[in-house]
């Protein structure tokens, strides 16, 4: 497999009409794109092996439908896998978003898990920036964080923010 130098932005604004197609469960939760200026997702160095491609993908899709949520992020986050993935950091700031493989050395806010379970994380409903205990999907999820099937380092105000802003 060969990978693309073309920037990875360019390939991904093919796709922005798709995002466009609802789920069928309401209106997504969106801002208008004229209210605030989203910050620029670019991807850093890729490992072999590496998720920070799909990692970024997900985190651009947020940015561009939650910008006002990721403008005011200021953060470093680490994402680690009990697969064995190498960890991906994501750095906020006011005007870029920074997603590639390899540590950070000191996060805000370090996520571990499986990455199935980080998955179903960002694919559950939300109460409050938490997975919704009224929801089926939500009590799953918070049950993984109460068995430390996923556990959580550092701000916990800005994983509800992270979670607000990368959510399916």
């Known amino acids: 497999m060969r990978l693309s130098r073309q920037d990875p932005s360019a390939l991904a604004a093919h796709t922005a009409d798709l995002d466009a ?28 092996g590496g998720l920070s491609p ?12 939650r910008p006002a949520l990721a403008q005011g992020i200021e953060a470093e986050v680490q994402l680690e ?15 870029d978003v920074l997603v590639e493989d390899g540590p950070t050395v000191a996060p805000d806010l370090r996520v571990k ?9 960002m694919v559950t409903p ?17 049950g993984m964080v109460v068995l430390r099937r996923v556990r959580f380092e550092g701000r916990l105000g800005l994983m509800r923010r992270l979670i607000r802003v990368i959510r399916l």
């Open 81 to 95: 896998f009990e697969e064995g993935y190498p960890p991906v950091r994501v750095r906020f700031d006011q005007r």
């Open 126 to 142: 939300l109460l409050g920036g938490l997975p919704s205990p009224i929801n089926a999907r939500g009590r799953a999820a918070l």
């Open 113 to 121: 898990g499986a990455l199935p379970d980080l998955i179903s994380l």
């Open 21 to 48: 197609v609802a789920s069928g469960r309401g209106a997504p939760e969106t801002q208008p794109s004229s209210a605030t200026q989203a910050p620029h997702v670019k991807l850093g160095r890729v490992e072999r």
């Open 54 to 65: 799909a990692i970024m993908a997900i985190v651009e899709h947020g940015v561009r439908r």
